[in-house]
């Protein structure tokens, strides 16, 4: 008997003798693809285990970063409260010593006002 080639042959990797061993040659081993199958399974498990975990990590990190806004606003409240305090304590100790020297420049004046002068004179002359 004549074998007939075409070009497919003399190009192919690999020739079979008949349809049935070329569909064997063709489709892999059922244990092979389940296998395979498996292993892309596990491999794409542990894929999304890890996105997962960058995801939480990410997320934690953010968190620690993120004030809660009750606790923002509590310490605004106390840090307006603390300039609150330090502005009135200011502005009296601005006002005792404005009035201070106010009364020290109105004594100095009033000891150098020439009538008290001549006030004093008169009352050490009369007595002595």
């Known amino acids: 008997m004549k074998t007939d080639y075409t070009i ?3 190009v192919a990797d ?10 064997e040659l063709v489709v892999k ?4 693809v389940k296998k395979t199958l498996q292993f892309f399974e596990v ?6 285990l890890q996105i997962l975990q960058e995801g939480r990590t990410q997320l934690s990190h953010l968190n620690k970063r ?13 840090r307006v ?7 009135l304590f200011l502005t009296s100790w601005i006002v005792k010593t404005k009035r201070e ?20 004179l008169r009352q050490s002359i009369s007595r002595g």
């Open 8 to 10: 497919s042959d003399f």
């Open 14 to 23: 690999v020739r079979a003798p008949t349809p049935s061993a070329a569909a």
């Open 29 to 32: 081993d059922k244990r092979d």
């Open 43 to 48: 491999r794409l498990g542990s894929e999304v």
């Open 66 to 78: 993120l004030k809660d806004p009750r606790k923002r606003i509590e310490e605004d409240f106390l």
């Open 81 to 87: 409260d603390d300039l609150s305090n330090r502005f």
């Open 101 to 120: 020297k106010h009364l020290h420049l109105n004594e100095s004046l009033f000891l150098r006002n020439p009538n008290q002068k001549v006030k004093h």
